[in-house]
């Protein structure tokens, strides 16, 4: 019926759509084991179980909260309902500071305490995150 010509083509056409398919599969796999989610305090304060995964917790930081001693930073994040204390080892971006928004990134120690391998701070007095302003209701 078909010519040995067209039955080429059609595996072809075949062939390589199955490689792009298998190719967006793996590319989607390997992306989605390397997303950090992020979540605020109060979600934290809900978790059924803690995760050893790294994850991203965002809020403001509290006024008077952060303590500095040598390389460590202490300071407490907060979504005006509840609040999880972070410590951090290493250099804070300029623009850390209490009251503004922040994203630590790191492990859970327990649902109060937070060990943050980054800081990330906004960047500007009118940006943040939409996770972070979701989080804490304004629009």
Known sequence: MYGRKVKLRFLFVVLVLITLILTALLVLKSLEENVVYFQSPSEIKVLSELDKKKIRVGGMVKKNSIL???????????????????TYTGAIPNLFEEGKGVVAEGFLKDRNFFSATKILAKHDENYMPPEVKQALGEK
Do not use: G, Y
């Open 68 to 86: 500095v001693k040598a390389s460590e930073v202490k300071f407490v994040i907060t979504d005006f309902k509840n609040e999880i204390t972070v």
